[in-house]
């Protein structure tokens, strides 16, 4: 029996300690740390895992270094940390990287002096980063030539970090582990809302994919439904001292810019910054920052000019960018976290920050989760583990370290293992990084299965899809282990496929159908014709003006 289906037989029996609704970033590290403290939990997800928000982001783990000038100085500390920690437990999935900011003439502050702010950055993030440089005009044209500096006043360097995959792939990780603890998580299961029943909290659910409805139990409830705490609060009769506000935040993303592993920073013409972010062969632009109602939302023809205008005005390319080169696009809202009783304009919205907090109805054993970013998501974790412990539940592990890539040792027996049997030999020509080190980032100890898939049948280590990194047997793995019920949860989320290559390449890429044929048995052709069905804002462009592959940009 698939993995999901398992699961959902057993989210109507007997009562959970913890059910978590919502399989986004917060739910996901809260699923994992009450797991692996020796909570029973279960969780939820209406979509996929990581199937809005945190499919969105601009994959940054970063301390914040823009809310120094808010003057948010507990929050850039807490998140440096946070980032540090992240990069230390992580390190083949977290990395650092440089930050090449390049300032404008005119611009409010001058080079010298964000410089000097990115020396206090690095020291609320106790050093543990590459120290800030300052650079000047001709400085930066040899080392980046694609940046145009004809209007540059100088520039900067400084560190953070990114996340080496994709978000959502971070996400399904810490999920996975919830479940490797005996968590039982499904998702495309809806809660259309709860009540409290004495001690317990009884919710309804709806299986989305055939609608039938169940009820599951537990002692406690965690809204952790992202930009919808508020509408799920709503449903359940939950009081609130916080609420959220929305920020819509794009990014286009284009062959690649530059070869260089590292961030182009500018500030754009409304004076926020934004970000060239490399992204496998390819490179990721954004982001926007527009205050919406709904959650809802999707790149506008204004939002897509924005954003290549600007790009345009800061780069030296041999020819501009324009729609035709965008090969995907993301687009999803900040849930920012603002007081109930605020009006929202309380703060410049360009400044509001970007903390969590987690609002405890300890009468009726229930947390929302407002705000946070992925970056700050070990301590919602502890935070909530935290917070279920007072309100009774047992934790017999609960000093256990829930979070973290495994002890080095089992790294060190798997390059051992992999060397042995020379798997960089299969790594494919098209890929920038070996098959050892990508296997290891995206599955940690899994990988040492593949191994022996590889072992006992080395057409395993063949590329599957052409024109992407995946081998057959990762496409194995994760029809048995990752719940993929859409091509899409695969090709968007469980690998990023579908943001690195064109959607028309894609569907003709020799290998697809037979990965449908691993994934999905005699639904394949279904499953295939659902996701190409599904209208995509690029499709269009990416036929009728593109070639395939084509790289368009580059430094004149
Ligand atoms: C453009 C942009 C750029 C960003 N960049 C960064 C960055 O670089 N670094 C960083 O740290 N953060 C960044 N963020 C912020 C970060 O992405 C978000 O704060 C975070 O992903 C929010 O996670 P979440 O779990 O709260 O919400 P979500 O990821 O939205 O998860 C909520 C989940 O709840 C589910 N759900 C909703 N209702 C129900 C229901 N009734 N039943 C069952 N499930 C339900 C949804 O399907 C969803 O999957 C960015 C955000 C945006 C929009």
Redo the contacts with the bound molecule.
Sequence with gaps: MKLRESNIQKLDRGVYDVLI????????VAAAALSGKGARVAL???????????????????GGIKYLESHDYALVRK?CLSRNHLIDSYPSRVREIRFLATIDKGFRWSPLFLWAGAWVYWLFGNGFTKIPRLLFKRAISREEPVINTQNAAGGFEYSDA??HDN?SRF?FQFVRSAMDRGGIAANY?????ARRDGDLWITQ?RDVIDGKTFEIRSKVLIN??????D??NR?TGEQTEHRHLF?????LIVPRITPNQRILAFFADDGRLFFVIPMGARTCI????TRVES?FTEVTEEDRQFVLDNINKRLNLQRPLNRADIIAE??????LVVKAKADGSVRDWMQLS?K?EIDVDRAKAHLS?????????VNVGNEVAGIVAELGIELPHRNYKWYGEPHPSVREEYVHQARLMNLDGYTSPESIETLTSRLWRRYDRQALELLADIREDPRQAEVLIKGTDYIRCEIRLAKHQEMIVKLEDFLRRRSKIALVVRREDIRNAEGLLEACEILFGDQAREKFDEYFREPSATRQASAREVESGQAVAGAA
């Excluded at 920020?247 to 990014?251: E, L």
């Design positions: 609704i919502g399989g986004g970033i917060n739910g996901a939820i997800d209406q979509r996929d895992f990581a199937g809005f928000t945190s499919q969105q982001s601009s994959n940054l783990a970063w998140l990114y996340l978000d996400v299961v809806e809660s259309l809302g659910a952790a439904t992202g930009p919808f705490v509408e799920h449903r920020s819509k935040g794009i990014h954004g982001t926007t920052d959650p993301r687009c999803g809202v900040r849930p970007r969590h989760i407002f705000g946070g970013k992925l970056t700050d998501c």
